[in-house]
């Protein structure tokens, strides 16, 4: 690994990137400080297209295919919001079928450059199937801590990887603190929700919509945000392309939460410069249902900074999102169509202006969390095979 840091935009305070650190002193999230930059176009994984935005050596990396992902025109999007182009980056065609990914394989990278041989993860789903598998492919032990309330249907595509996987009951949140303690304590690297090479990888995400615009960037980008790592790893990929000299500016970002669980929706609406603990969170959006962000101070600066967003939409508009989403052949799990809600809203209450074009971020499969279908009206036809011909008039 070469010589990198981390840097804290709270605070200023920086470390060396070679060494395990996972969070600043003063709490807040540490961002990658790396003046490398350039695309190899004969490679399609992030890994091999984007190496050189990352202090990795080639040796470090253990690839599986995560990133170029596609980014889908819905032109149907565009002509009921009256927008120039609406497009949504399909997360869910990475190996493990979410954008965690990215995240995934930069810690992994860092992990083996540190030499961990022992990884973990605190996850409501996506990214404990993403470390697992990046795990195994790696050879690494993985120790992965899960919501004492987490469905079984959840918890077996995550054990099949042949990891110690460990449902932990008490404060999800609280959970992110302790196993990052006890990581120091036992030689785990905990590449949890926005440790710095998290943040990190989710900037290939930003590469990925650049390139595919031909270097144009789009008004708005809207990010369903849990714990805030993706949205700041998307809005510093941005900041890499345009100090490289790639793109000439930035685009707005619209932070989508649910209404059921918005602590960032909630704190930017208030005007405060701090996320508190947001009561009694429940919403279909399992994936983005985090009630105190660690992220959530960051996300806050970054959007009043590029003068951005944050919105939340109730479960009734999550649905349909879904739905009609997945009629246009993008089948999302339900947090990965909050985008497209809050979209709606914004455009109703004119913070998206008439002719603008945006980008949404699906970021992982319907398939999921198939519990979200009793939300839905579903319906099939049974008949037998002399039947059939009539059915199909």
Known sequence: MKKALFRCKTCGAEYDARKPVFRCSCGEPLDLVWDGSGIDHSQRCQAKRYSAFYPFEDEEWVPLGEGGTPLVEVKAFAAELGLADVRVKNESANPSWSFKDRGTAACVAHARALGYSRIGTVSTGNMAASVAAFGAAAGMETFILVKGDMAEEKMAPVAIYGVKLLRVQGAYDMLYSESLRLGEERGIYFMNSDVPFRAAGSRTISFEIAEDLGFSVPDWVVVPTSAGGNIRGIINGFEDLLKAGMTDRMPRFLCAQA????????????????????????????????????????????????????????????????????????????????????????????????????????TGSGLKYTAAFAAHRLNWIDCSLEELGEKLK
């Open 259 to 362: 209404a059921g669980c918005s602590p960032i929706a909630t704190a930017f609406a208030a005007g405060a410069g701090k996320v508190t603990r947001f009561p009694s969170p429940h919403t279909i959006a399992h994936a983005i249902e985090n009630p105190f962000p660690p992220s959530g101070n960051r996300t806050l600066s970054e959007l009043r900074k590029y003068s951005s967003v944050a919105v939340s939409v109730s479960e009734e508009e999550i649905v349909k999102a879904q739905a009609d989403m997945a009629h246009r052949g993008l089948f999302g799990q339900p947090g990965s169509c909050v985008p497209l809600a809050c979209l709606r809203k914004a455009k109703a209450e004119g913070t998206v202006a008439e002719g603008q074009s945006a980008v949404l971020i699906m």
